[in-house]
């Protein structure tokens, strides 16, 4: 299964756009890459899923390269909302269904 | 409509107590999934569940925790003997496609305090 690495932290301010970096190495030829959300108190929520090029929706956008080694979120204009774990995940057929969570990236959103 | 929804949401119980933790997933989802999540760590897989076959139980940490889904809805994950390391936060989470694909919605969780 594909090991994830991303930042353990970030800080931005209201309005800016943010780009969480993940690597994966040895992504597999049948892997997603899936990005969750979450709150203090909630479960994760799915954000976002992609195997490459660009997926856009209306809460970010996922940057993948062609050789898929690693990946990008982008919050555009981040809120105090916005202030959050995110994780990046590896999903494929070798899961057999389990989402394999690291520690994810603590974004810090200040006013 | 309706998520997924837990409870209790927060349960207290003393060294050697057996809790039960009950998940409703979202009405028709196939697959229903169990995490363990430490306090500052990511989600841990427990268990899953296609209708009411449990299809992995490889996340279980010990012969003392059990899941079931007899129905193929509702599920209730069984903690016996609890120890102060069972301490975590519970969650449940469902799909609506066999094996999940990516895309899983959670539950807000179970919150377990050992004493």
């Known amino acids: 299964l594909a090991k994830t690495t991303q930042p353990i932290s970030m800080d931005s301010y209201e309005g800016q756009e943010v780009n969480i970096t993940c690597s994966h190495n040895n992504i597999a030829t049948n892997d997603y890459i899936t990005w969750y959300q979450q709150f203090p108190s909630q479960g994760p929520r799915f954000i976002i899923q992609g195997y490459k090029t660009k997926v856009t929706n209306e809460v970010a956008s996922l940057f993948i390269p062609a050789d898929r080694k690693s990946s990008t979120l982008s919050l555009p204009r981040v809120s105090l909302s916005d202030t959050a774990v995110y994780y990046c995940?590896?999903?494929?057929?070798?899961?057999?269904?389990?989402?394999?969570f690291g520690q994810g990236t603590t974004l810090q959103v200040k006013p | 409509g309706a998520g997924v929804s837990q409870s209790p949401r927060y349960k207290v119980a003393k060294r050697g107590q057996d809790v039960a933790l009950r998940c409703d997933p979202i009405?028709?989802?196939?697959?229903l999934f169990w995490y363990q999540q430490a306090l500052g760590q990511g989600p841990e897989f427990l268990t899953y569940f296609q209708n009411e076959a449990q299809l992995d139980k490889s996340g279980l940490p010990s012969d003392r925790f059990f899941a079931e889904r007899p129905e193929g809805s509702v599920s209730t994950l069984k903690i016996q003997r609890t120890q102060q390391e069972d301490s975590a936060v519970y969650l449940c989470a469902s799909s609506y496609l066999a094996g999940g694909a990516g895309e899983q919605y959670f539950g807000p969780g179970t919150r377990l305090t050992v004493t």
């Open positions: 009405s028709g989802h196939v697959s």
């Open positions: 995940l590896v999903f494929g057929s070798s899961n057999t269904g389990k989402l394999i």
